[in-house]
């Protein structure tokens, strides 16, 4: 019934932009802490920034500064904006975040994946 449903991936050329969103459906209540992951073939799944409940950010070193993850409450959405983008920033992007449902219950779900491919 609950679901996290990710979209914005795409293919770009070195120094471009995307926005990766995460929308939570179904009976919500709130979404709470968040985190979005990579993951490149033949590597291991990477943590690359995660929010808090109050709105409290971290990210991995090779992305500050190019990198900011957001959150709407009102739209049940998180945002993971990504500017000046690397060809080693190519990977599927994942987001993970706790979601409180209508029945008070919490459940940690998993985004589809998205592909983010940058290449000349």
């Known amino acids: 019934q609950v679901q996290l449903v990710e979209s914005g991936g795409g293919l770009v050329q070195p120094g471009g932009s995307l926005r990766l969103s995460c929308a939570a459906s179904?009976?919500?209540?709130?979404?709470?802490?968040v985190d979005w992951y990579r993951q490149a073939p033949g590597k291991e799944r990477e943590l690359v920034a995660s929010?808090?409940?109050?709105?409290?950010?971290n990210y991995v070193d090779s992305v500050k500064g190019r990198f900011t993850i957001s959150r709407d409450n009102a739209k049940n959405t998180v945002y993971l904006q990504m500017n000046s983008l690397k060809p080693e920033d190519t990977a599927v992007y994942y987001c993970?975040?706790?979601?409180?449902?209508?029945?008070?219950?919490?459940?940690?779900?998993w985004g589809q994946g998205t592909q983010v491919t940058v290449s000349s």
């Open positions: 179904g009976r919500i209540l709130r979404i709470g802490a």
């Open positions: 993970n975040a706790l979601i409180w449902t209508a029945t008070l219950a919490s459940l940690k779900l």
């Open positions: 929010i808090t409940d109050g709105g409290s950010t």
